[in-house]
T-cell receptor, first 112, second 114 residues
């Protein structure tokens, strides 16, 4: 089982603020992903990375951006949060040569 | 366009019964089909997965049945227990060229009544 950490777990913030959601994994996985999930709904891929300095947009258009400067770290940033960004954000990673995605506990974001 | 359709949206099963959740997919390029279990406030956890060259896979009380020609797959939970109450998501991987993120179904809220 992989260890994937996300901080903060819960965040309530006002409109217009810049936020960064942290995701880190200790398994040395090259592939990492961000999904967005509204309560009780399916997950949508918003960003992925295949390694350091590699980032791509996913299926669901998102105003967030990501960076991958270190293998273990894959932060997601919103430059100016809006109420429409209210959702749960889940980070995942995959070990090389496998298909199993391991998910972190998620960050529940509320923008007022 | 929803590429993975999941049903039912919610399901209530008596303790000891069989829970069955169905999924259908569109994209024949999908090559890996996992099921995830999610409890409130937690991230999804992999339950069981199958590839299209296998028609059935069983792990403990959980079985995936896969019908490649019909483009359908299902999760069976035998001897369902109250601790199985959770949201279950089917998913599929592939068909995106270089990207291998998962495409998820909308989820099934399963309640096991004692």
């Amino acid at each position: 089982e992989a260890d994937i950490y996300q901080t903060p777990r819960y965040l309530v913030i006002g409109t217009g603020k810049k936020i960064t959601l942290e995701c880190s994994q200790t398994m040395g996985h090259d592939k990492m992903y961000w999904y967005q999930q509204d309560p009780g709904m399916e997950l949508h891929l918003i960003h992925y990375s295949y390694g350091v300095n590699s980032t791509e947009k996913g299926d669901l258009s998102s105003e967030s951006t990501v960076s991958r400067i270190r293998t273990e770290h894959f932060p997601l940033t919103l430059e100016s949060a809006r109420p429409s960004h209210t959702s749960q954000y889940l980070c995942a990673s995959i070990a090389a040569g496998t298909d199993t995605q391991y998910f972190g506990p998620g960050t529940r974001l509320t923008v007022l | 366009q929803q590429q993975v359709k999941q049903s039912p949206q919610s399901l209530i099963v008596q303790k000891g019964g069989i829970s069955i959740i169905n999924c259908a997919y569109e994209n024949t390029a999908f090559d890996y089909f996992p099921w995830y279990q999610q409890f409130p406030g937690k991230g999804p956890a992999l339950l069981i997965a199958i590839r299209p060259d296998v028609s059935e896979k069983k792990e403990g009380r959980f079985t995936i049945s896969f019908n490649k020609s019909a483009k359908q797959f299902s999760l069976h939970i035998m001897d369902s227990q109250p601790g199985d109450s959770a949201t279950y998501f089917c998913a599929a991987k592939g068909g995106r060229g270089g990207a291998d993120g998962l495409t998820f179904g909308k989820g099934t809220h399963l309640i096991i009544q004692p």
